[in-house]
């Protein structure tokens, strides 16, 4: 009977070693593919720019609010943005020329200035992005408005306003007030003497057919 005892406390034992020589092997074995996986490279996701405009800029931004949807966009969410871009172009606008007056004051070469050009707002700063022929006549009203006699004041306003009606046309905006009174303001033109004549217009005062849509009818 002692001997039966006896060889069941062994057997038991042998038994409890083995279990425990597993549980740890398999332990280790956890741990090794923990430390394994931990070290696979983890795919780092960039943070979307918070511009203000779903992180669109540039070209980019203009194509979106001229009806071209970028892809992985909701058009819902990208038509929202047309208040707000709405300022940024009256700022790039506004600030094509006064760059052309300051050029014109200091003595500078006509210069057509960068495209696209970082804009500013109250609450946001974006790259702004307009088409390349209305930057130029944009900021050539500004240049040559120092200089300009009547009869060149009234074809800068003109084609000032027919830039304008355009982008703000390609864009679905509407002009509540033409940026020829608010840029050109009430100042008085030069004189024409007898020896002036009048200016041709150059080739930055043609239009394409796509610039010669009707804008959009002003609101209140």
């Given at each position: 009977?002692?001997?039966?005892?006896?060889?069941?406390?062994?057997?038991?034992?042998?038994?409890?070693?083995?279990?425990?020589?597993?549980?740890?092997?398999?332990?280790?074995?956890?741990?090794?593919?923990?430390?394994?996986?931990?070290?696979?490279?983890?795919?780092?996701?960039?943070?979307?720019?918070?511009?203000?405009?779903?992180?669109?800029?540039?070209?980019?931004?203009?194509?979106?609010?001229?009806?071209?949807?970028?892809?992985?966009?909701?058009?819902?969410?990208?038509?929202?943005?047309?208040?707000?871009?709405?300022?940024?172009?009256?700022?790039?606008?506004?600030?094509?020329?006064?760059?052309?007056?300051?050029?014109?004051?200091?003595?500078?070469?006509?210069?057509?200035?960068?495209?696209?050009?970082?804009?500013?707002?109250?609450?946001?700063?974006?790259?702004?992005?307009?088409?390349?022929?209305?930057?130029?006549?944009?900021?050539?009203?500004?240049?040559?408005?120092?200089?300009?006699?009547?009869?060149?004041?009234?074809?800068?306003?003109?084609?000032?306003?027919?830039?304008?009606?355009?982008?703000?046309?390609?864009?679905?905006?509407?002009?509540?007030?033409?940026?020829?009174?608010?840029?050109?303001?009430?100042?008085?033109?030069?004189?024409?003497?007898?020896?002036?004549?009048?200016?041709?217009?150059?080739?930055?005062?043609?239009?394409?057919?796509?610039?010669?849509?009707d804008p959009a009818e002003s609101v209140a």
């Amino acid at each position: 009977m002692t001997s039966i005892l006896l060889l069941a406390a062994v057997f038991g034992s042998v038994i409890l070693m083995v279990l425990m020589i597993y549980l740890g092997d398999r332990v280790k074995r956890l741990e090794l593919m923990s430390v394994d996986e931990s070290s696979e490279p983890v795919e780092v996701v960039s943070p979307i720019n918070d511009n203000g405009f779903l992180g669109l800029s540039g070209k980019e931004l203009w194509d979106a609010m001229s009806g071209r949807v970028p892809e992985g966009f909701n058009e819902a969410d990208v038509v929202a943005l047309k208040r707000m871009f709405e300022v940024v172009l009256r700022n790039h606008i506004e600030t094509l020329f006064k760059l052309g007056q300051r050029d014109a004051s200091s003595g500078n070469n006509s210069e057509t200035p960068k495209n696209p050009l970082q804009i500013t707002t109250l609450r946001h700063s974006v790259e702004s992005w307009i088409p390349a022929q209305h930057v130029s006549t944009i900021y050539r009203a500004g240049y040559e408005f120092a200089d300009a006699d009547e009869v060149s004041i009234n074809r800068l306003k003109s084609n000032l306003d027919d830039a304008v009606d355009t982008l703000f046309s390609r864009t679905d905006l509407t002009i509540k007030q033409p940026f020829s009174e608010k840029l050109f303001g009430s100042a008085t033109p030069m004189t024409l003497t007898a020896a002036d004549s009048l200016i041709e217009l150059d080739e930055d005062d043609l239009l394409d057919l796509d610039d010669s849509e009707d804008p959009a009818e002003s609101v209140a």
